[in-house]
Nanobody
């Protein structure tokens, strides 16, 4: 079992920046990979970025060059630095952790980008 708590969402103007955090607790040593997903109103949840326990990262094409995923193992926390935000980045952002084949999810944090 692992518990995930996101923070850092909010309202920002287009072109601005936000940093999301995801604090993990519980069986954190069993986590093989973590990631961020997002879901906009009326749309399916989509992958934003992932990071493995070895530090390998992967990004959706829509955020490459603007978003950076990272993790601080000492703090059991994962981050998503979001720069050059666009109105189309508006969504609820969810933290995700994978233990073997089972995904765990946080409660989500709202990011709203105004034009």
């Amino acid at each position: 079992q692992v518990q995930l708590v996101e923070s850092g969402g909010g309202l920002v103007q287009a072109g601005g920046s936000l940093r999301l955090s995801c604090a993990a607790s519980g069986s954190i040593f069993d986590i093989s990979a973590m990631g961020w997903h997002r879901q906009a109103p009326g749309k399916q949840r989509e992958l934003v970025a992932t990071i493995t326990s070895g530090g390998r990262t992967n990004y959706a094409d829509s955020v490459k060059g603007r978003f950076t995923i990272s993790r601080d193992n000492a703090k059991n926390t994962m981050y998503l630095q979001m720069n050059s935000l666009k109105p189309e980045d508006t969504a609820v952002y969810y933290c995700n952790a994978l233990i073997k084949t089972r995904p765990y999810w946080g409660q989500g944090t709202q990011v709203t980008v105004s034009s």
